[in-house]
């Protein structure tokens, strides 16, 4: 409680005020502002080029904004690399693809963890007493991940063998191993069937369900992206052009003129 006897209002997960990209003469962004709060699963949708993962990219510390602000519970991230950006409880996943084909299911797993390793480079050297019960909690964290995800069969398995909406699934594990306040998860729909595209929406709403985590989308697919933000905002050549409710957004002239390019279609 203030001196005033009111509550100190709780800092949004993400705010983001000004928020301008340019390259060269081309401006992918232009003043972009949204206020994201803790549990909300919100959407950001747009054409094709609209700037859409721009603007995570921005966000997860890709890009370094032009102008603008960006604020992690109320703490400033712009101009932070991305491991930095992390480190503030920012996890992502991409359109395309990124695991490490190479390593186990298991390993993409472990090693999204480093963060919480608890140990330095002496200690990994040496291997002794904190290492070993570091890395044996590491694992137990993983395995334990894999299980809740049904995805402890293909522990030992490379992600490169796996079919596209498991590797899709293993994403965005590893993301939510870094133990996340914010996730943003870029086109998760991208590439799936209409059968996989209905298993996405259960696993987003089990894990907004489960995880104690701010969930921010961008999706093509909109019947998903309907069934599962409260809230929606859509940009198109950078400029933001609406925000609201799916319904509001459903209907609304400027996003159909858009996407169809002719608001009377």
Same mark, same amino acid.
């Given at each position: ?11 949004? #997960? *993400? ?7 340019? %390259?060269?003469?081309?401006?992918? /962004? ?13 959407? *950001? ?15 997860? @510390? ?18 932070? $690399? ?7 409880? /920012? ?14 299911? *298991?390993?993409?797993?472990? /090693? ?7 140990? @330095?480079? %002496?200690?990994? #050297?040496?291997?002794? $007493?904190?290492? $070993? ?15 809740? %995800? ?53 696993? #987003? ?18 019947? /998903?992206?309907?069934? *599962? ?37």
């Amino acid at each position: 409680m203030t001196e005033t006897g009111l509550e100190t209002q709780k800092a949004p #997960v *993400l705010e983001i005020r000004g928020l301008t990209q340019r %390259f060269g003469g081309l401006t992918a /962004v232009n003043n972009f502002n949204v206020e994201l709060h803790a549990g909300e699963l919100n959407g *950001l949708i747009g054409p094709n080029g609209a700037g859409k993962t721009t603007v995570f990219n921005l966000v997860s @510390g890709f890009y370094q904004p032009t102008e603008g602000q960006i604020f992690i519970d109320g703490q400033p991230t712009a101009g932070l $690399k991305p491991h930095k950006v992390t480190s503030f409880g /920012v996890a992502r996943t991409f359109q395309n693809i990124r695991l490490w084909n190479d390593m186990s299911v *298991l390993d993409n797993i472990r /090693v999204a963890q480093h963060y919480w390793l608890g140990y @330095g480079f %002496f200690h990994s #050297v040496l291997r002794g $007493k904190r290492f $070993k019960q570091r890395e044996a909690q590491i694992a137990q964290e993983s395995a334990a991940l894999l299980d809740v %995800f049904d995805l402890k069969r293909y522990a030992d398995e490379y992600p490169k063998n796996l079919p596209y909406g498991t590797q899709r699934k293993l994403e965005i594990a590893r993301a939510l191993s870094t133990h996340p306040k914010l996730l943003l998860l870029d086109e998760p729909a991208a590439g799936l069937n209409s059968g996989d595209a209905k298993e996405l929406i259960r696993l #987003v709403r089990w894990i907004h369900s489960t995880f104690d985590v701010t969930i921010w989308m961008i999706e093509h697919h909109m019947d /998903v992206m309907m069934e *599962l933000a409260t809230q929606i905002k859509v940009i198109d050549f950078g400029e933001t052009i609406a925000a609201g409710t799916p319904e509001h957004i459903r209907n609304h002239p400027a996003v159909i003129t858009a996407y169809l390019g002719d608001e009377n279609i």
